[in-house]
């Protein structure tokens, strides 16, 4: 028999050993409880990951299919939708309709964009199997305005920054959007706005979202490359063109040799077909180099004149040959001869501004066609030094001391008392070279300038009849006048106009041609003297020897046969390395079906200045109603705009039409201060996409409604994407015209 404390010590034991084998069973049931949890939610996570990377798909298939949609008809145009698709691209397979994406969008893109057609869930099978579905619906946006650039620069200027773009504030609609501007600019310095939602939450307060339901057009991104512009070849077809790569030519650059010779072959490789520019070419570079450099000594007298210098205008000689007499003290009656003559120069100041320094003129003249005996001696002179200040078309006139020769050829008895008959001088010419001197260096010249007399020296004078001649020269452009020889920089002029025009010293003279065919209206002139301020300056230049009164156009091809609007896809004023934000795309005015260009555009164009030239007093600015105005019109020319020449060219009738009582250097400075900031090279989108996850029951590798198939996840992001316009010249894999375009992903946000 055992002792009870044996018997005890062993039920302890079995006591401790249920205990253990209880807790162990709790441990399993509560270990197998969180398994089942942790594959729940393990699988749920799954799902989770499964349904965002089908959303990252439904992103990549959007920019696929953007690029499928917006292959050009052809380039440039009305049928191009490469610049501009102005409506929604969306998941469009068969499917479930995923009306939750324009919920998605909500407050990340401008309430008066329409958000239809509703996009349609879309299969993702891989290998044959089913991995989910995905959906995105894809909204333009380009041409708006970009919040955080614009309004930056309290005053409007010469239209190069993009912080010149006006806020939209009284522009154009009776309900002004940003009704706190000074709040508005300080809150938003204080962070970057990021997505249109932080436009509403951050800058909402200072704009009138009660009548406008929302910022109708801001977007808070915008993306502009500077290194190139699609030039086309006018006489190809619409469908042939070029991405060319810009050249910067700022003052340093236009002052280096290499940089000048590599506009010269610019302009002769990229404006093919173009043939009058293979002469004219150097003539730009020329005039360009006078127009930056200071002071007023041209590189070379012997071209164009660009600097603000009195320019010689107009030469004129007069001619007395007469026949005189006198009694010898032997009775006799000595008869003279005597052939003098005198030059008067005009030099014209036809710049802007006034210029305020002294100049003086030089003149060499020579008789010829005469016999020797009636030719009078060479004449060298210099005039008293002309004193400024000059204003604009003043007019100065020089007449140079006369030059004469008396003959005393015969001397005759008193008996008879006739008179000799001296020979005709019908060929009678003088030969003239005139120079402008600031400083004692030649600013302006004129060399070999021959002006024939003789047609009123054709018979011989008698007594107390002398013949009188006069005659003379005038340039045409003055800042065209150094070559005598030549019929087109000078013509004949005579007084009263008979058989040519009539002398006119002290005055435009008749045969300028401003104004005539599609030369310059006007002839006003201006050199800066310093660098570029924007690249619309080159209107102020004249590119042909041959085509006086022509200077590179800023708008309207009809009046340009050159084609040098198209100078300004070519040459810029800024890095060509630099992206650039905040810059105006004008084809605006399609977006979404509704006309925004009035309010987008007309940002551009408010508060433009009008100066004939930089710093003209009291110069007028575009107004609001006048901005609105030609916003319309800019968007109502029905093509695209694909480069800064198609704004150029499309921009002559709109002007005339909104500020019709401007002149023509007006309009130019309007579209001088202006087409800097407009830039068509931007597609921006707004994409909104979802991925959603699905157990496919009936294993057929397609997602049915209703026939036990599920879903398991959702997810919802929202992406900016930036997409160049112009094709990527490094996709040298594909041939022009279908290669590929550039797109970057800006923001990215899950839902």
Known sequence: ?????????????????????????????????????????????VEVAKARNLAQTALVRAIAQMEGDMLPASVGGGGSNTFYHGGVIRSSRAGDPASFLSGVLSGFV?????????????????????????????????????????GRVATRGAGVDPGEISLPTTLPTTRPEVVNPDDFIIERARHRVENGREIVCRLGEFCDLRNNSNTLTMVS????????????????????????????????????????????????AEIPGNQAFATIEAALVTNLWDYVTPGFVPANVLS???????????VVVTNVYELGQQILPNGDIEYMATNRYRVGVEVWYPFFDTNTENFAVSLTANYGGVPAAYQPPPLAATAPPLNGPWPRDAYRTVWFPDSGWQIKAWALPSQPPAAPTPPSLVNASVAVGVTVQWNGAVVDLTTNLTIGIGASLSGAPTINAPLNASSGKAANDPRINWDGTSMAQWAVVTPGGQGAAAMSFGGRNPRVTAGQGDADPDTGMYCRRGPLATIGELGYLLYNKNRPWHTVHLMDSASDPNYTYRLFDLFTTSPTNRIVQGFVNPNAQTLGGYNNSNAIVGCVFVGASLARYPGEPDAEVVTSAQAALLADRVAGVGSVYTNISDICRLAANNIN????????????????NSIGLLNPRQNLWIIAVAGRAVRDVNNDNQFTSGS????????????TVWRDPYEDPDDTANPVGQRRHRSFIQFFQWR
């Open 1 to 45: 028999m055992q002792p009870a404390t044996v018997v005890a010590k062993r039920g302890i034991a079995l006591v401790v050993v249920l205990g253990l084998l209880a807790m162990l069973m709790l441990l399993a049931v509560s270990f197998a409880i969180s398994m089942r949890v942790e594959r729940v939610a393990g699988h749920g996570v």
């Open 110 to 150: 401008p309430r008066n964009i329409s958000l239809q057609p509703v996009p349609n869930w879309v299969d993702v099978v891989d290998g044959g199997q089913l991995m989910g579905q995905c959906s995105f619906i894809v909204q333009d946006c380009s041409g708006y305005l970009d919040v955080n650039t614009i």
């Open 304 to 314: 164009f004149g660009t600097k603000p210098v009195p320019m010689i205008n107009e």
């Open 221 to 268: 991104f915008s993306y502009f490359p500077n290194d190139k512009y699609i030039y086309t070849d006018p006489n190809a077809g619409s469908g042939s063109y070029a991405v060319s790569n810009r050249l910067e030519i700022g003052f340093s650059g236009v002052t280096t040799p290499g940089v000048r010779n590599d506009m010269i072959n610019k302009i002769r």
């Open 657 to 672: 039409f909104a500020l019709p009582d401007t002149d023509y250097w007006q309009k130019k400075a309007l579209m001088r």
């Open 708 to 719: 036990g198939d599920f879903e398991t996840a959702v997810a919802y992001a929202v992406a």
